[in-house]
């Protein structure tokens, strides 16, 4: 019997750390989970994403919210549009190149921890005023076969934060003029997190793994990632403040789509300072110091 029980127990142990590998297709099919996303229209204001409900709020549609993605991105080494900052055209509308793209450059995996902050919530639907900071750990690789984007997860992503990690990495790597189709990705999270708010931060570590500048150690973000490059409202800011400062960050990167004046003067309550971005560009300067750019050719 004491075999039998023991031989459960370490099963079960080797099963919590098997690795979820989740293939990315080229385009995805319109059967995705956006359970536990929210749009909130604000007359004169930008729409609310949000991970909770309220007045107003609807569920966000597919249509809403992440479009089909084509993987086509610009050749490796071609400037970005504008200093910092990224053009807001959508990825369907970035034709193929007329040529078969040349084969990216190999690179040994880099690995990096990721801050992140999330609003708890013990009932759907219900904000608790609590809050949750942790450190995720990103790890990006290189796929010669050129079959990728290959992301794998520990299981604790649900499916609106599995989604909104499969746009950040296909809009990093086409950010930076990395072909995406070479790209494993790994992610693993202490806990398990839902919704889209830690899109932005998984886009801005990709892309400092990809172009190997160090992100800011006393830097938090929160707002979703879309394919559009844009960085996205999210909702229960106060309360991921009190996570950054949890996790002794100084520094709190959100996006420009809100009235933030309460966070700029809860900042200085708890000694953080706030950064409004409104692009991926914007957000990888604030977070790294650098400006975002296309990897130089060889």
Known sequence: ???????????????????VIVPLQVEWGSDAVFAETWVCPRPGQSDLYTDHGGAGCSELSEAKSYSTLQIAPKSVGSPLPGAGSLSAAPFASVSAPATEPRKPSPFSDVSLPLPIVAVSRPNPGAISGSWLGLVAWLTVGYVAHGTGPEIVTDGNLQPVSLRSLQTAVVAAATAVGYDPKFLKVRLLTPTVIDGPSAGGMYAVGIASALLGDAIRRDVCMSGTIEPTFEIKPVGGLADKMNACNTLNKTTMIVPDGLDNSHLSFQGTERAIHVIEVHTLGDAYAAATGQALRHIPPL
């Open 1 to 19: 019997m004491f075999g039998l029980v023991t031989h459960t127990v370490i099963r079960k142990a080797v099963l919590s750390f098997l690795l």
